[in-house]
Nanobody, 119 residues
Framework: QVQLVESGGGLVQAGGSLRLSCAASTTIFSINFMGWYRQAPGKQRELVAA???????NYADSVKGRFTISRNIATNTVNLQMNSLKLEDTAVYYCNAVVFSRDTRSDYWGQGTQVTVSS
């Protein structure tokens, strides 16, 4: 079992920045994939950014150049730095962790944190 606790959401004006953090209850070396998803009202949940155990990262086209995902091994935390925020970035952001064990995939989710970008 992996527990994830998110923090850092809030209200920000367009063009501003926010930093989200996701603290894992276990060493992130044991987690194969960690990502940030978001879900806006009336829309499907979408992957925003991801980092795999080897350190490679991936981003949705809509956030490339503005968002940066990183990890802190010492604190078992994955962060999402969001710059140049746009109105369309408004959503609930969820941290996700995936652990592969033999033939089993286990997904874990945080409780979500609201990000609201205002004009």
């Amino acid at each position: 079992q992996v527990q994830l606790v998110e923090s850092g959401g809030g209200l920000v004006q367009a063009g501003g920045s926010l930093r989200l953090s996701c603290a894992a209850s276990t060493t992130i070396f044991s987690i194969n994939f960690m990502g940030w998803y978001r879900q806006a009202p009336g829309k499907q949940r979408e992957l925003v950014a991801a980092i795999i155990s080897g350190g490679s990262t991936n981003y949705a086209d809509s956030v490339k150049g503005r968002f940066t995902i990183s990890r802190n091994i010492a604190t078992n935390t994955v962060n999402l730095q969001m710059n140049s925020l746009k109105l369309e970035d408004t959503a609930v952001y969820y941290c996700n962790a995936v652990v592969f064990s033999r033939d089993t995939r286990s997904d874990y989710w945080g409780q979500g944190t609201q990000v609201t970008v205002s004009s």
